[in-house]
């Protein structure tokens, strides 16, 4: 019998999506450009189920079942298409291929635009949740055409995570919408993981906590509102003793964080869109900092700092107030997010259900977190919610939160802690719900050097003064 689906590049993702689809009764042909693979997934985990492996990519095809439907899992860029000329020769129409690589969103446009010329179907899928989620339940973001979600869905949404007896799966749009999404979700959790280590570097500074203490922290926040899996790891990561020295792990971890990309291709998209996701820039900046030896190794013990090292502040009274400012400032960081996938949405006409977005992101993915219910609600609420932080709800947990917020972000300040992600978004929220902004007056300067025109307030229609003249005024 010929197999219902196969995956091709075997190395982690692969091999553990593959076990997955076996393991939950599906026939899964195998195939990887190096045998060895093949045969070590056969070997080791072929008892797991139904395995239909070949040492070539034509084999393979032959395998399947028509139409046929074959996840490609190989390295982004150039291996991808690569992968996908050696393929299209081999297939009929009506095929489907899955990209479930991290692959940029115009690059899937511009596959799945390709393959439907020769008749295919090119589904590019992200799948989030590591190795682990790869095998015991991803969630799974699948763009593309519409017929090939239906041959798909029974088995991508018998292997996702579920919560609540609900797949964390769902079609999300046409050709780039899957991989956007992807995107913006890797990019959201840039801005969590930033706005975290903002938490733990103040309190631990202001607070003098031992790592072991802010892991109880953070084990106490994570049953509350900001209950989710990266606050459940911090802790975790917060109370491992080094193997080595048996002092605090996070201690002697290298303070440079690396990136492989999709927090930089969110923020570039969100630039290309127009829509400001200072959270996620701040995170995606936070870690070039990090990793900018040069000029932290010429500033570090050179630049001065405040006079005021420490602050004077209740301990609790404290924590409570960090647990504020981290709650409210991620509430921005997912507003901001939705606010540019709704934007890719309307410029690329994916028509995609954000309220969905936020179910699917409840499980299997890293932001997995309790806080995603609320959005999907608020979504519920009202689908064509101008932003987040307008729902009810939310307004009433930031109108909760806004003083406590702005004392952390002062706090920091005055300590001299870094906290990028905090302060820009209390500027966004400030800058959201201010009646008048300064914009006017960059208006100003903006006719004055440049007759780039202004608008008025008062009447409609573009106007020019002139600032070297008469400083009459004309409309243009
Ligand atoms: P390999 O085992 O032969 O290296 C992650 O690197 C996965 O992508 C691996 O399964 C790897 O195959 C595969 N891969 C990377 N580049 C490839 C290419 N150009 N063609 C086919 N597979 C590729």
Known sequence: AKAQIGVTGLAVMGRNLARNLARNGFSVALHNRTQARTDALVEEFGSEGDFVPSTDLAGFVESLEQPRKIIILVKAGAPTDAVIDELVPLLDEGDIVVDAGNAHFLDTRRRESALKEKGLHFV?????????G?????????????????????????????????????????DGAGHFVKM????????????????????????DLSPAELADVFRDWNTGDLESFLIEITAEVLSQTD?????????????????????????????????????????VFARSLSGDVVRREAAAGVLPGPAQAKLDVDRQAFIDDVRHALYSSKLVAYAQGFDAIRAAS??????????????????????????????????????????????????????????????????????????PGFSAAL????????????????????DLFGAHTYKRVDREGSFHLEWSGDRSESTQ
């Open 184 to 207: 913006l979700h890797n990019g959201i959790e840039y801005a969590d993981m930033q706005l975290i280590a903002e938490a733990y570097d103040l309190l631990r500074h202001v607070l």
């Open 243 to 283: 193997p080595t020295t048996g002092g605090p792990f996070i201690d002697i971890i290298l303070d440079q964080a690396e990136q492989k990309g999709t927090g930089r291709w969110t923020v570039q998209s969100a630039l290309d869109l127009g829509i400001p996701v200072s959270g996620m820039a701040e995170a």
């Open 427 to 446: 500027s966004y929220y400030d800058g959201l719900r201010a009646e008048r902004l300064p914009a006017a007056l960059i208006q100003g300067l903006r």
């Open 346 to 419: 309307d410029e690329y006409g994916w028509d995609i259900d954000l309220g969905a977005m936020a179910k699917i992101w409840r499980g299997g993915c890293i932001i997995r977190a309790r806080f995603l219910d609320r959005i999907k609600e608020a979504y519920d609420r009202n689908p064509d919610l101008p932003s987040l932080l307008v729902d009810d709800y939310f307004k009433e947990a930031v109108a909760n939160g806004q003083e406590a917020w702005r004392r952390v972000v002062a706090a920091a300040a005055t300590v001299g802690v870094p906290a």
């Open 134 to 174: 790869a095998l015991n339940g991803p969630s799974i973001m699948p763009g593309g055409s519409p017929e090939s979600y239906a041959a798909l869905e029974p088995m991508l949404t018998k292997i996702s995570a579920h919560v609540n007896g609900e797949p964390c799966c769902v079609h999300v749009g046409p």
């Open 124 to 132: 590019g899928s992200g799948v989030s949740g590591g190795e682990e």
